[in-house]
């Protein structure tokens, strides 16, 4: 079992610029999800997956942010166009199914100056 | 809005003492409370969970004494350890929501020799 998968672990870009980050989750998993942590507000949950479609994106913080889950093996946030205060580490994590712990992956620190 | 709120912000226990961090919550539609822990440069990871139809759960060193009439739930480390160190995150998830987790904003605990 190799765990959630994600890449790149570091992202340093400018302003304006478009950030790709990309999930694999653990085979098998059903749910996945994006998570963002920042000192001043802890761990913020983006948006979340169930078999391919996103469910709850009540978390993306604005329209600069996009998620997508082509296949259950794949996903990808998208920030464009980023800015300094998006610098933060962006977490993916799966769960097999309801009620299930979540795995995470062990992140991507994204800095955009 | 802090859903979980969490206490305290870090905290300094002596090897062999007990860690304590405490957390509460507002809404009583939660009803699933796990412990992570994050290793620095890694995702967190499942320490132990709680459901609110029992008042405490131990696994090893690892206890979860649960206060449902006070909206209150404790994590108490026994017998801490070096490897201790790391960073617990409180978190709830309400029922019909998947594993959709809201966090505490976190407790850096150090253990020291």
Redesign the interface.
């Known amino acids: 079992d190799a765990g959630v998968i994600q890449s790149p672990r570091h992202e340093v870009t400018e302003m304006g610029q478009e950030v790709t980050l990309r999930c694999k989750p653990i085979s098998g998993h059903d749910y996945l999800f994006w998570y963002r942590q920042t000192m001043m507000r802890g761990l913020e949950l983006l948006i979340y997956f169930n078999n391919n479609v996103p469910i709850d994106d009540s978390g993306m913080p604005e329209d600069r942010f996009s998620a997508k889950m082509p296949n259950a093996s794949f996903s990808t946030l998208k920030i464009q166009p980023s800015e300094p205060r998006d610098s933060a580490v962006y977490f993916c994590a799966s769960s097999p199914r309801t009620g299930q712990a979540l795995h995470f992956g062990n992140g991507t620190r994204l800095t955009v100056t | 809005q802090q859903q979980v709120k969490q206490s305290p912000q870090s905290l300094i226990v002596q090897k062999g003492g007990i860690s304590i961090i405490n957390c509460a919550y507002e809404n009583t539609a939660f009803d699933?409370f796990?412990w992570?822990q994050q290793f620095p440069?890694?995702?967190?990871?499942?320490l132990i969970?709680i459901r609110p139809d029992v008042s405490e759960k131990k696994e090893g060193r690892f206890t979860i004494s649960f206060n449902k009439s006070a909206k209150q739930f404790s994590l108490h480390i026994m017998d801490s350890q070096p490897g201790d160190s790391a960073t617990y995150?409180c978190a709830a998830r309400k029922s019909g929501t998947?594993?959709?987790?809201?966090?505490?904003?976190?407790t850096r605990l150090q253990v020291t020799l």
């Open positions: 699933y796990p992570y440069g890694k995702g967190p990871a499942l969970a995150f998947a594993s959709k987790l809201t966090f505490g904003t976190g």
